[in-house]
């Protein structure tokens, strides 16, 4: 751990902003990319927001280190990000990566589900169940720019995007690692799995907990792409203009065609989803195997 401004930061964070410094850098290339004077990044403090007005597009950044982890806080946060980009007409797209170095991001926020009340669950997951509705249903385009670690909810968040382009590191591991937590993905997440690498391979990966490298998750299909770290991001930018290149009317009711009926199963069922969350989660058993996951992921760094 090393000290800065009082507080207790790891060392890991530190170097992980590298990346910031790296984002510092790249304002300054902001104009020659299109960002030029006039256009603003918005946002709040944990989702930065790099919007390209004349593109139509936006790039949504996670920000809250050290592994975009999602707390309370970042998935309101980011509700209020993907609220105001879908309410504003400026904005046809977004891109969904990560300000931080080697995760995109590390699933639930563990320590939310761990020695918290039942209001509290109740809440997080009423949290959780809010961004993946919006984010699944968006009119807007989205495509996931996938730069580092996406385990479980990371994973979640990816699938709920149009598109996905995955980094070609050993370390840029996706998948739902749940069942090795001794956890249970939702039955939507389920959906989501179903719906993106059909019923097989979603029930082998599920029930195994599989992370996969990015070269399996090509193959089954639960990336769209996979290319080198450097090109993430412009190759997530040339698959949106292609999804841009269609009138959004149509694409838009053809989205909704095809994802309605599975956020349907969510949005008529949310409160008794949330009951059964809080019930699982309270069980000891559960608390305990959540507690001691917790504790080697601390005692590994
Ligand atoms: C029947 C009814 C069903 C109801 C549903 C029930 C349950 C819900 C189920 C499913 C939904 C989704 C669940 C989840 O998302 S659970 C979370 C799963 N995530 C993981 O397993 C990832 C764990 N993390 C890692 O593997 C690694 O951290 C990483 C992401 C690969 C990054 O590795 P790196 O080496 O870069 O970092 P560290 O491992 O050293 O971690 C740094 C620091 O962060 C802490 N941390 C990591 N992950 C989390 C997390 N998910 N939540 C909270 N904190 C996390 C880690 O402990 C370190 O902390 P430290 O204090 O030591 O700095």
Redesign the pocket.
Known sequence: MALMAGLRV?A??LLRSGCWLRGAALAGAEAAAGLGAGVRRFGSQRVLVEPDPAAGVAVVKLKSP??N??SLELLTELVISLEKLDNDKTFRGIVLTSDLC??FS??????E?CGRSPAHYAEYWRALQELWLRLYLSGLVSVAAVN??S????C?LCLSCDYRVLADSP?C?IGP??T??G????FW?KDCMVNTVGHRAAEQALQLGTLFPPAEALRVGLVDQVVPEDQVQSTALAAMARWLAIPDHARQLTKSMMRKPTADRLAKHREADVQ??VS??SRDSIQKALQT??EK??Q??
Do not use: H, M, Q, W
């Not at 590390?106 to 320590?111: F, I, K, P, S, V």
């Not at 956890?183 to 939702?186: G, K, L």
């Open positions: 790891p890991r964070a050290p592994v982890s999602l080697g995760v590390a699933g639930l926020d563990l320590t589900l580092g670690a385990p479980a909810g990371g979640l370390s591991v690692n749940e090795r937590l956890i249970v993905a939702p997440f059964s969350f699982f989660v996951y917790l992921l601390k590994k760094g």
